[in-house]
């Protein structure tokens, strides 16, 4: 039975399929189209050509859905599942012409999801035992997030705020805008009562400031904190506050940041250091 309906239902991401065809122009085809004398109905896969973690497979069956309702495509593979070089991730049945003039964009989505996906699971992997939240941010390819975000999800990460709006964060320049942690803090609040707020501190100085206003503030982000600095600035935690690292955190080093009374670790480069994974569209006569 065809499965003629989209399935991500987020119109952001509705917005970003058609562009990426238009961009591609994949109705205009000329190598395609040219060919249509021998277009008929085949088979196709999509096949791991390494080992990784699919994400993406919502917004690639909805390429084909968009470019003929009529297309079959069958996940293999669901959104958050471990392959192996070899696997077969989905298969497709339709036209061949729908398949040639999709491939590309459907594979490109696909693609750069799985590896979002794969290398944060290579986060999580280096965190085992430890009692600390992998967290996203919001360095997101445009008009991708809510992709990318479901990317990091599925690699078993959790994320951030996906927006300005969902909670406040008041960093280095918000602070210098208002004069003080503290001016910075009580203003936040005081227009904002029911979100919650984030401090960025960046020395002993200014977590101690935070910390004097730690009935106002849910999290403390520790920005580039010395290691040496970590022990101290957890001694001065605050029922009630949670600590965030963050800052040029990487494969090599983030255990060593996962220290007890940490609780989130947040890593740009989930959605912005990632490399695609490996993965072939193949017609099977």
């Known amino acids: 039975m065809r499965n003629t309906a989209l399935m991500c239902d987020d119109s952001i991401t509705r917005q970003i399929l ?17 060919l249509a004398d021998y277009d008929r109905v085949v088979a196709a896969q999509v096949t791991a050509k390494e080992d990784g973690v699919i994400s993406g497979t919502g917004v690639f069956h909805d390429v ?11 996940i293999i593979k669901n959104d958050g599942a471990f392959v192996a ?33 794969s290398l944060t699971r290579n986060f999580i992997k280096k965190l085992e035992g430890c009692d600390v939240t992998l967290l996203d941010t919001r360095k997101t390819t445009p008009g991708m997030r809510t992709l990318e975000k479901k990317a990091v999800k599925d690699g078993g990460g959790t ?20 004069g003080s942690i503290t001016a910075a803090i009580r203003k936040v609040r005081q227009q904002n009562p029911g979100k919650k707020i984030e401090v960025e501190v960046k020395n002993p100085d200014e977590l101690d400031e935070a910390l004097s206003l730690s009935q106002e503030i849910d999290i403390v982000m520790l920005d580039n904190f010395e290691p ?3 022990p101290e600035a957890i001694k001065r ?17 983030i255990k060593n940041k996962a ?26 006569e």
């Open 64 to 74: 084909f859905i968009t470019l003929d309702p009529l297309m079959e495509v069958n």
């Open 259 to 284: 220290v007890k009374g940490i609780d989130y670790i947040s890593v740009g480069a989930l959605t912005h250091s990632f490399k695609s994974l490996d993965l072939s569209l193949n017609i099977i």
């Open 237 to 253: 935690k605050r029922p009630g506050v949670k600590y965030e690292i963050s800052g040029n955190v990487n494969l090599e080093n």
């Open 228 to 230: 040496g600095l970590l």
């Open 18 to 34: 058609r562009l990426a065809l238009e961009e591609d122009r994949a109705a205009a085809d000329i190598t395609t189209n040219s």
């Open 159 to 178: 994320n951030h705020r996906m927006n300005l709006e969902d909670m406040a964060m008041i960093k280095d320049n918000h602070i210098r805008m208002a």
């Open 85 to 117: 070089k070899g696997d077969v991730v989905i298969e497709i049945k339709g036209m061949e012409s729908t398949i040639l003039k999709g491939e590309r964009t459907a594979l490109n989505f696909l693609q750069r999801l799985s590896g979002i996906a």
